[in-house]
């Protein structure tokens, strides 16, 4: 909501309670339940790990090409649909994934993208940018990991 509106619905409700009791604290119960929507929680997206069963990532140096063309299969087959490699798209592309985001964190996203949504403050963040939640594919925590490798071979230059 922005903050017009806000401002809008908190001036209303005051004018509207000049008449009684009654009203002024329905107009003040209102006021204050907007006010809480709006509460953002400031978090270190590259210290957040999320919501779910992934508690650290920790990348080899090298990147597991084997792993990696798995995880490009799953993400072809599962997630082109919303994501694009080099473009914002019905969600955020995955280049540069790891300078924005834990890896603990897009695995956990991967993997429990409901419980992320409904509690995480930056997935919270991302629903409100994008206006679509992100689908829950049911991938193994295998499927996950490979896609991760596969995340960290995507570069600018590489993008399709």
């Known amino acids: 909501m922005n903050y017009k509106a806000l401002l809008f619905v908190a001036l ?18 209102a006021t204050t339940e907007v006010v809480i929507e709006d509460v953002v929680e400031e978090v270190d997206p590259m210290e957040n790990v999320g ?9 080899d140096d090298e990147i597991n090409m084997e792993l990696a063309d798995a995880g490009k299969v799953v993400y072809e087959a599962k997630c082109t649909a919303c994501h694009k490699v080099n473009k914002r798209y019905i969600g955020p592309s995955p280049m540069g994934i790891y300078e924005r985001r834990n890896p603990a964190w897009v695995m956990n996203m991967i993997l429990n993208p409901d419980e992320m949504v409904a509690k995480d403050p930056i997935a919270r963040a991302l629903l409100a940018e994008y206006a679509s939640p992100m689908a829950n594919q049911n991938l193994t925590e295998d499927e996950a990991r490979s896609v991760a490798e596969y995340f960290r071979t995507i570069q600018p230059a590489a993008a399709e």
């Open 51 to 59: 919501i779910g069963p992934i508690d650290e990532l920790v990348f």
């Open 12 to 29: 209303t409700g005051v004018f509207t309670a000049c008449g009684g009791e009654a009203k002024e604290e329905t107009a003040t119960a």
